[in-house]
């Protein structure tokens, strides 16, 4: 029997379903039921009636399936599937910021452990980030961890929007020079980038999106070309979607190893060994809750 038949089997047996991201591995995204972006996978997690989620992604994503789901088993493929960016920022350090200031509200990105959203007033994804922080009574906002999303967030609102200094490795890939070089290759083409590039790649840009932004800008769009700025597992639903369109990556290089370490072999192994279950302990899941549930609320954002 080849991999995804054994797939389909076990799937069947163990009544679950496979999550996964946009920058997975091709073969991946077709052995799932779902594929899309934080937003849209933190959702579809609420609304699926499976036991078993097997979320093909990296750490954080699985932790909130498991964070809005108590009742479900959530499992991750390969533990070593982890964020650097959702490193960056630890509940001590949030702490000692919420003490500088006192009257800011937290908004964290969903690209963070359960343990900082547990600290945090509300959730965002990059879908949503601007929304969220609108939606707030607060005039200052703590936001973290991504610095570039931050500041993206800051150019738009009249908020004073306090930045944490976290990254992405993969975004800061992309280059000014790199869009610069494929608009004068492909003058008719629009640039679409992600928040987390830096702003000096933001502002050369014709769209700032989420990865399903981008998916349904493109579709909706009259424009044949396009230039990407994000991670280049996203290309390959662009191509599929959109097979009468061009998708050029801004770099080949912005490549987020931890999102390619799930295969067809270790979905196999997550659903027969039942490993690895991600828990979240019962009081930083409750809280974290809280912060997921309010982004839930306030919806999608691109
Ligand atoms: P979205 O797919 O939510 O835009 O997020 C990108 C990302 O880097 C997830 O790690
Ligand atoms: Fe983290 Fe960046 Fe990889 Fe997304 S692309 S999982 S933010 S390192």
Redesign the pocket.
């Known amino acids: 029997m080849d991999e995804l038949n054994r797939i389909k089997e076990l799937k069947n047996k163990r009544n679950a379903i496979i999550l996964a991201h946009n ?1 997975q591995r091709s073969e991946v995204q077709d052995a799932a039921d779902f594929v899309g972006d934080s937003f849209g996978l933190s959702k579809i997690a609420t609304s699926s009636d499976a036991e078993v989620i097997v979320f093909c992604g ?1 750490d954080f994503m699985a932790e909130s399936a498991a964070v809005l789901n108590p009742e479900k088993t959530v499992l991750m493929p390969e533990l070593s599937a982890q ?4 490193a960056m920022i630890n509940p001590e350090s949030l702490k000692l910021e919420k003490e500088k200031y006192p009257g800011a509200a937290v908004v964290c990105y969903v ?1 963070t452990p359960a343990a900082i959203k547990a600290e945090s007033d509300i959730c965002c994804t990059s879908s949503n980030a601007i929304k969220v922080v609108e939606s707030l009574e607060e005039k200052e906002i703590i936001f973290v961890p991504d610095r570039n999303l931050a500041l993206y967030v800051a150019s738009r609102t009249k908020k004073k929007i306090i930045p944490w200094n976290g990254y ?4 800061h890939l992309i280059l000014p020079g790199d869009i610069l070089l494929e608009k004068e290759e492909h003058p008719l083409a629009e640039v679409l980038v992600h928040p ?1 590039c830096k702003p000096e790649v933001t502002a050369l840009a014709d769209k700032v999106l989420s990865t399903e932004g981008m998916l349904r800008y493109a579709a909706a769009s009259d424009t044949k070309e396009f230039i990407i700025g994000t ?1 280049i597992g996203l290309l390959y639903r662009l191509g599929k979607e959109n097979p009468s369109k061009t998708f050029i990556p801004a770099t080949r290089y912005a490549i ?1 190893p ?2 390619k370490m799930n295969s067809l072999a270790s979905i196999i192994r997550a659903l027969e060994k039942n490993e690895h279950i991600i828990k979240i302990p019962e009081t930083v899941r409750i809280k974290a809750k809280i912060a997921l549930d309010k982004m839930l609320g306030v919806g999608r954002g691109d």
Do not use: I, K
Request: charged fraction near 10%; charge should be negative; aromatic fraction near 6%.
């Open positions: 920058y990296v964020c650097p960016m959702a690209n992405c490795p993969t975004h987390e991670e987020c931890n999102m």
